[in-house]
């Protein structure tokens, strides 16, 4: 089953527009980052926040993490036609030993229309 | 530096085939990932490796073998390929426990 599910499955705005998409997961986590994979490619990686920090800047991105509803969401503002990508959210659990996996939620399509 | 390689892009292959997809990073990275992407599935981990000589299985790795034998190499090797292995495989890695780097992929189709 998958530890993170995005939401909305596909998002379309105008260019300028806010995005905002959310992530939940179900068991405690070490940290949960964000990926974007332009149509083709492979991930590239956005930002991390760790399960002690609230929320995080990064450029035109903002993550916020709430640890009591298992959620995180990423806002992108001012969008572009570049930032037209499907966004992952991915999840490092905390099991109190090393733990090198990373379980990826199944993406949010963004479109951004010039 | 060209970060995380992934040879070849593109495949196809006939039920029944073997073949062996290659990674390369020159970052390094200990730590080394195998996934598959299939649409509305995610990317789910194939197999993982946190140090030259040592592999781990992850959440699909019926059907898959892999080895670490440099640091800077994991190769994913389909021994009997089926239908089902249609798919597009990316590598990654890491240098520890946080941030992974990603290949550009290889697309492969079992007929």
């Known amino acids: 089953s998958q530890q993170g599910e995005e939401d909305p499955q596909a998002l379309s705005i105008q260019e300028g527009e806010n995005a905002t998409m959310n992530c939940s997961y179900k068991t405690s986590i070490n940290n949960l980052q964000w990926y974007r994979q332009n149509s083709g490619r492979g991930l590239v990686h956005l930002i991390l926040?760790?399960?002690?920090?609230r929320e995080k800047h990064s450029g035109r991105l903002r993550v916020t993490l709430d640890t009591s509803k298992k959620s995180s969401s990423l806002l992108i503002t001012a969008s572009r036609a570049a930032d037209t990508a499907s966004y992952f959210c991915a999840t490092r659990l905390n099991s109190g030993g090393s733990n090198y996996k990373l379980t990826f939620g199944k993406g949010t399509l963004l479109t951004v229309n010039p | 530096n060209a970060g995380v390689t992934q040879t070849p892009k593109f495949r196809v292959l006939k039920t029944g085939q073997s073949m062996t997809l290659l990674c390369a990073q020159d970052m390094n990275h200990e730590y080394m990932y195998w996934y598959r992407q299939d649409p509305g599935m995610g990317l789910r981990l194939i197999h993982y490796?946190?140090?030259?000589?040592?592999?781990a299985k992850g959440e699909v790795p019926d059907g898959y073998n892999v080895s670490r034998l440099k640091k800077q190499n994991f190769l994913l090797g389909l021994e009997s390929a089926a239908p089902s292995q249609t798919s597009v495989y990316f590598c990654a890695s890491s240098r520890q426990t946080d941030t992974q780097y990603f290949g550009p992929g290889t697309r492969l189709t079992v007929l």
């Open positions: 490796s946190v140090g030259e000589g040592t592999t």
């Open positions: 926040i760790r399960s002690n920090e």
